[in-house]
Every structure is written in structure tokens, then in C-alpha cells.
């Protein structure tokens, strides 16, 4: 509250001199950064304006803008705004500064996320490429990764089929190894996408990553450019993640339900949770299903088809419930890491104490879903897949 307060005194201080007509667009961002700190967007974004209305060259006027353009909602006016800072016109050869690298490397960011909310995920993977080039030019390790390489963590990295028990087996990993968590991906799901410079930070070793990427040709050559060798790939019955994920949507407070029509393909109608689970449940076998089927087949092709360039460990929802232990032994051999500390980190971490978890039933789905929608399913199902990881035909 006394902060706020002080923002408000500074506010009112910055406003009774700029009203006298002063041009200063020092004074105006100034004015625009303390009206966004007591929430007051639209004002904010004035002020920025007439900043950069005095100085079009003034950065941080036009990054301060791009901010509150996204918290308002006006994502191709902030796009407009980070574009000033992440390609500047430069006068006379000078040089950035530290301070407008700095600025440029995080518009980048913005723009990354920007273009993944708005579908361009190609845009999106080129942008955060460049974030990542620019805020660290050697791709160095991130933090707590150095220390994990020095106690010989390799890469470990989960690509999984969203609603199969992945963020719960990510929390094993990074418990039993103390690695960071690092996320080399950006898009909307199933059909993520792999940024390069990421993806060698990733291969350095020393970090963990659960990520739902698709076994498309450019994942799986930038996976091989990047450098790293092994993978886990974790699957699931696409009927069962197909029930799961309708169950979970029905559960989400607002806010999360917001993110998820962002980050999914294609995305959740605005009314979908004022449906009742019946017509939740068409909507995801209609819509949700046939990702989850395409996410499963790219990886039955890839493996089927692949020079092994990759060493793949392919692993199942099914297998991880009925021997939680045996999986997670397996998955931590598979990468070359101890396991000593595993029975210690699964009897803390128990499955029905993560927020994901309800009922880990793999039939579940052949008691809810009607005949008509298991056979709908069924025909665009291959066979041949389900017989590989012995899933019901």
C-alpha cells in the first residue's frame, strides 16, 4: 500500500508539471511507467505515446508501450511497438547500447510470444531464436544447469502426449536429479515447436525438459543439429488422453481455461465451460482427439521409419501405471543417471497429490464414451499402431 501511494504522489507530481506543457519525454515515460504501476493501462499507454510523439527514437518509451498494449489486449499494436526496438534504425554506424541490447533481446521475446498467441508459430521459433542469440551470444548454460553438468547430469529429454501423466514424471526427474527445468519449445498444442538455439542449450547437458512436440521432419533434425542423442518419447492411448483432458478442462478455474484457448489447436470455444460434460465431452472427441491421434502416429511413423540418428526410449502411460517403479528405473538407465535417491523421491512424490491427477484408469474411456463414439474414434485410429503399444482396437 505505501508503494502504491508513492506511486500515486509520484504520478500526480509528474502530471501537475507536464500539464504546464513541458516536452520532455524523459518526464512523460516516466509518468507512463508510474501509471502502470497503480494499474491505469489506457493512461499508461497515452503517456508512452506522447513520449515517443517527442522522441520517436526513445526505446525504452516504445518497449514500456509494447507492455501495456499486451496487458491491454492489443496484441497487433504491441507487435507494431516491440517491431521499433527489435530492429532499431541505427544513425551514423553508432553502436547499441547496453541498455537497448538488452531492451532489443527481451522485444524479441515479446514478439515470440506474440506470434505464438496469434498462430505464427514459424515467426514465434524465429523470434525467440533471436532472443536467445542475443541474450547470451555463446548459448551458455542456464542457471543451476553449470552444476548439474559438473555432477554429470546428461540431457534429459521427455517429449509426451499431453494428459499422460507428464508433469507428474517431470517432477520425478527433476528430484531425482536436481537439474533445472528448461522449456525449448514454443506453440500451441499437440503441434509445438523446437527452437534451435534452445535446443543446443538443451544439449549442453545438466537440465530436464517435458515438452509435447509432434515427430515432424523439423523436430526431429533440429533435435540432431542441436546435438542431443537420446529422447524418451511417452505415450498414451489417445481415447484415454482424449477423456482425461475433458475431465481436467471441466476442472480449471477461469484464468487457466483463458491459457488454454491460447495454447491449443484447435482452440477451446469461449463458452465451452458453461457446456454441460456431455457436450464437453463431444466437443473433445471431435476436436482434441484427432491431435492426440496425429501426436501418437508421427511418433509410431518416426520409429518405424527413422534412421536412428536419435536413441529412443519409447515408453506408455499404461506401462508407467502399472509399474510406476520399473518405469522410472528404466527412464533414469535409459539417460545414464543413478537412481539411488528414486524410491526416496517417488515415496514423497505420490501421483494423487499432483493437481493433474484423478483417476489413472487406462479403460476408463471404454465405460464413458458411447459405441458410436468409440467406433468413430476407432476408424481414425490405425491398427496397426494400436497393436504396437497393445492398445484396445
Same mark, same amino acid.
Not at 525504452?60 to 492489443?74: E, N, P, S, T, V
Not at 517403479?325 to 543413478?338: I, M, N, P, R, T
Not at 476408463?364 to 458410436?372: I, L
Given at each position: 500500500?505505501?508503494?502504491?501511494?508513492?506511486?500515486?504522489?509520484?504520478?500526480?507530481?509528474?502530471?501537475?508539471?507536464?500539464?504546464?506543457?513541458?516536452?520532455?519525454?524523459s518526464?512523460?515515460?516516466?509518468?507512463?511507467h508510474?501509471?502502470?504501476?497503480?494499474?491505469?493501462?489506457?493512461?499508461?499507454?497515452?503517456?508512452?505515446?506522447?513520449?515517443?510523439?517527442?522522441?520517436?527514437?526513445?526505446?525504452?518509451?516504445?518497449?514500456?508501450?509494447?507492455?501495456?498494449?499486451?496487458?491491454?489486449?492489443?496484441?497487433?499494436?504491441? =507487435?507494431?511497438s516491440?517491431? @521499433?526496438v527489435?530492429?532499431?534504425?541505427?544513425?551514423?554506424?553508432?553502436?547499441?547500447?547496453?541498455?537497448?541490447?538488452?531492451?532489443?533481446?527481451?522485444?524479441?521475446?515479446?514478439?515470440?510470444?506474440?506470434?505464438?498467441?496469434?498462430g505464427?508459430?514459424?515467426?514465434? @521459433?524465429?523470434?525467440?531464436?533471436?532472443?536467445?542469440?542475443?541474450?547470451?551470444?555463446?548459448?551458455?548454460?542456464?542457471?543451476?544447469?553449470?552444476?548439474?553438468?559438473?555432477?554429470?547430469?546428461?540431457?534429459?529429454?521427455?517429449?509426451?502426449?499431453?494428459?499422460?501423466a507428464?508433469?507428474?514424471?517431470?517432477?520425478?526427474?527433476?528430484?531425482?536429479?536436481?537439474?533445472?527445468?528448461?522449456?525449448?519449445?514454443?506453440?500451441?498444442?499437440?503441434?509445438?515447436r523446437?527452437?534451435?538455439?534452445a535446443?543446443?542449450? @538443451?544439449?549442453?547437458?545438466?537440465?530436464?525438459?517435458?515438452?509435447?512436440?509432434?515427430?515432424?521432419?523439423?523436430?526431429?533434425?533440429?533435435? =540432431?543439429?542441436?546435438?542431443?542423442?537420446?529422447?524418451?518419447?511417452?505415450?498414451?492411448?489417445?481415447?484415454a488422453?482424449?477423456?482425461?483432458?475433458?475431465?481436467?478442462?471441466?476442472?480449471?478455474?477461469?484464468?487457466?481455461?483463458?491459457?488454454?484457448?491460447?495454447?491449443?489447436?484447435?482452440?477451446?470455444?469461449?463458452?465451452?465451460?458453461?457446456l454441460?460434460? =456431455?457436450?464437453?465431452?463431444?466437443?473433445?472427441?471431435?476436436?482434441?482427439?484427432?491431435?492426440?491421434?496425429?501426436?501418437?502416429?508421427?511418433?509410431?511413423?518416426?520409429?518405424?521409419?527413422?534412421?536412428?540418428?536419435?536413441?529412443?526410449h519409447?515408453?506408455?502411460?499404461?506401462?508407467?501405471?502399472?509399474?510406476?517403479?520399473q518405469?522410472?528405473?528404466?527412464?533414469?538407465?535409459?539417460?545414464?543417471?543413478?537412481?539411488?535417491t528414486?524410491?526416496?523421491?517417488?515415496?514423497?512424490?505420490?501421483? =494423487?497429490?499432483?493437481?493433474?491427477?484423478?483417476?489413472?484408469?487406462p479403460?476408463?474411456?471404454?465405460? @464413458?464414451?458411447?459405441?458410436?463414439?468409440?467406433?468413430?474414434?476407432?476408424?481414425?485410429?490405425?491398427?496397426?499402431?494400436?497393436?504396437?503399444?497393445?492398445?484396445?482396437?
Amino acid at each position: 500500500m505505501a508503494a502504491r501511494g508513492q506511486a500515486a504522489e509520484a504520478a500526480a507530481l509528474f502530471e501537475s508539471v507536464l500539464t504546464t506543457g513541458v516536452q520532455d519525454a524523459s518526464a512523460w515515460n516516466a509518468l507512463a511507467h508510474t501509471l502502470a504501476v497503480l494499474g491505469e493501462l489506457d493512461r499508461s499507454e497515452s503517456a508512452f505515446t506522447r513520449a515517443i510523439e517527442i522522441d520517436p527514437h526513445f526505446v525504452d518509451a516504445w518497449f514500456g508501450r509494447g507492455h501495456q498494449q499486451i496487458r491491454l489486449g492489443k496484441l497487433s499494436a504491441a =507487435e507494431d511497438s516491440f517491431r @521499433v526496438v527489435a530492429y532499431p534504425q541505427r544513425c551514423d554506424n553508432n553502436e547499441l547500447s547496453d541498455s537497448q541490447k538488452t531492451l532489443q533481446a527481451y522485444a524479441f521475446h515479446a514478439l515470440g510470444q506474440i506470434f505464438a498467441q496469434t498462430g505464427r508459430l514459424s515467426d514465434s @521459433v524465429e523470434a525467440y531464436d533471436q532472443w536467445y542469440r542475443l541474450a547470451d551470444p555463446k548459448l551458455t548454460a542456464v542457471s543451476g544447469q553449470r552444476e548439474a553438468i559438473d555432477r554429470g547430469i546428461p540431457p534429459i529429454f521427455l517429449v509426451g502426449m499431453q494428459k499422460s501423466a507428464t508433469e507428474y514424471i517431470r517432477s520425478v526427474l527433476l528430484a531425482v536429479t536436481g537439474a533445472p527445468l528448461v522449456y525449448p519449445d514454443v506453440g500451441t498444442t499437440p503441434r509445438n515447436r523446437l527452437i534451435p538455439s534452445a535446443a543446443r542449450i @538443451v544439449a549442453l547437458g545438466g537440465c530436464v525438459v517435458r515438452a509435447h512436440l509432434e515427430a515432424t521432419r523439423e523436430t526431429l533434425m533440429t533435435l =540432431e543439429e542441436s546435438g542431443i542423442t537420446r529422447l524418451a518419447v511417452h505415450l498414451r492411448d489417445p481415447r484415454a488422453a482424449t477423456l482425461s483432458f475433458a475431465h481436467h478442462i471441466a476442472r480449471i478455474d477461469r484464468a487457466e481455461f483463458e491459457s488454454f484457448t491460447r495454447y491449443h489447436d484447435p482452440p477451446l470455444p469461449q463458452e465451452y465451460q458453461t457446456l454441460s460434460f =456431455e457436450r464437453q465431452l463431444e466437443w473433445a472427441i471431435e476436436n482434441y482427439y484427432p491431435g492426440a491421434a496425429a501426436f501418437a502416429l508421427s511418433w509410431f511413423s518416426a520409429i518405424r521409419g527413422m534412421e536412428q540418428k536419435l536413441t529412443l526410449h519409447v515408453t506408455t502411460y499404461e506401462q508407467f501405471v502399472a509399474k510406476p517403479a520399473q518405469y522410472f528405473d528404466e527412464l533414469l538407465s535409459f539417460f545414464g543417471v543413478s537412481t539411488a535417491t528414486l524410491q526416496g523421491s517417488l515415496d514423497a512424490l505420490r501421483p =494423487e497429490s499432483g493437481r493433474n491427477y484423478r483417476l489413472g484408469d487406462p479403460t476408463e474411456w471404454t465405460r @464413458v464414451f458411447s459405441r458410436s463414439q468409440q467406433a468413430w474414434m476407432r476408424e481414425r485410429l490405425y491398427g496397426e499402431l494400436c497393436a504396437h503399444f497393445d492398445w484396445p482396437i
